[in-house]
């Protein structure tokens, strides 16, 4: 007699389109209904693209018709109002966006930890308030949010008549973080629909107003949070993070992968820590230095430029005052500066 188990097992062989995990390790499988020999299973996608969705169902449909006792088979696909299913999960800048108020959505991304996305995130957000547009940052680093910390942020989220989480604001930009949401030092230990879940409901469940842009600190890596992210919204893009030396160009080559599986543009690479000028003028490179325009290069991406290693940014950083904030004719300040303009014209 068929099973759920049996349909279960048997939607394990169907993989996401560009990924190793299959629909079931995700969440995707809803509901599954038996009647006899006729059987109907429920497939939720978090983002609208047409395109993956026709893959799924198509592969999800060829494998249970295989399975002994299927006689009738439906396969629902439900795809949520944030991302209709005419519209394609990840578009080209440019592409009406599917959350009401924000005109740009853009992930800043890097392969590995410890190239200071956080911080470019946190400077480049400040940078765009600088230059005159309403702007947000989300932090999507569940496991270890540090925005709220840098953007000097304490004011907790309040919930508005429509029972939304209005986001705090610092310096001009608003924010939302798991941060606000745990006690001082308490560690988030979930598995991966967990995240995936949050992450929507940072994005559809929080009252961002009118943005010009929304900025979103990924964390690094290439796992649940980037791939639930990149199906939730139709990204305008992405902004790769990376330090000049090998080591962190080889990993960060995997998130522009993982960016085109997924439709996103790169919007540009960033280089971090370039350098390091000592008091007596020496310009010492620590990590190397052009790797990120080589790589930008070579794959025929903007470079958005360069962030010397400068004192002023991490202190900045660990007074939650950030330096494009605190002193925004400074040498550190300008670089951030120069990125955004530079990422305003990417975006048109």
């Given amino acids: 007699m068929l099973t759920q188990k049996d349909i279960s097992d048997a939607l394990r062989a169907v993989r996401y389109p560009g990924f190793s995990r299959d629909i079931i390790s995700f969440g995707l499988v809803k509901n599954i209904a038996i009647n006899g020999g006729a059987v109907t299973v429920s497939l939720q996608l978090s983002g609208g693209n047409a395109e993956v969705a026709r893959q799924i169902q198509t592969e999800t449909e060829t494998v249970l018709r295989a399975v002994k006792g299927v ?19 990840a578009g080209g800048a440019g592409q009406k966006n599917s959350v009401p108020g924000i005109r740009r959505l853009v992930a800043v991304a890097s392969g590995k930890g410890g190239v200071g996305k956080s911080t470019v995130s946190v400077n480049l957000a400040c940078a765009l308030r600088h230059l005159g547009a309403e702007v947000g940052l989300l932090d999507c680093d569940i496991y270890g949010p ?30 939302m973080s798991m941060g606000f949401l745990i006690e001082d030092n308490a560690p988030v230990i979930w598995r991966g629909p967990m995240i995936m879940k949050a992450i929507q409901q940072f994005i559809g469940d929080v009252d961002w107003g009118v943005l010009d842009y929304l900025l979103m600190d990924l964390p690094p890596g290439t796992g649940d949070a980037q791939l639930s992210l990149c199906q939730t919204v139709p990204l305008d893009g992405g902004v790769i993070v990376t ?16 960016f085109e599986k997924l439709n996103v543009p790169i919007l540009g690479l960033v280089e971090n820590m370039s350098y390091f000028t000592a008091p007596n003028g020496q310009r010492v490179e620590i990590f190397g230095h052009g790797g990120g325009r080589k790589e930008a290069e070579s794959r025929n991406v903007p470079f958005l430029g360069e962030v010397p290693i400068f004192v002023e940014i991490r202190e900045g950083g660990d007074a939650g005052l950030p330096v494009v ?7 550190p300040a300008q670089a951030f500066i120069n990125i955004a303009r530079g990422l305003r ?3 048109g």
């Fill in 71 to 89: 006689e009738k088979l439906q396969v629902e696909m439900m795809i949520p109002a944030v991302a209709p299913a005419s519209m394609p999960a």
């Fill in 146 to 175: 540090s925005i709220p910390l840098m953007m000097g942020a304490r004011e907790k989220p309040t919930v508005n008549a429509a029972e939304k989480l209005v986001p705090p604001a610092s310096h001009g930009v608003k924010l």
């Fill in 243 to 258: 330090t000049p030396q090998e080591a962190s160009l080889g990993v960060v080559r995997k998130g522009i992968a993982m």
């Fill in 325 to 331: 904030v605190a002193d925004a004719q400074s040498a």
């Fill in 345 to 347: 014209n990417a975006l």
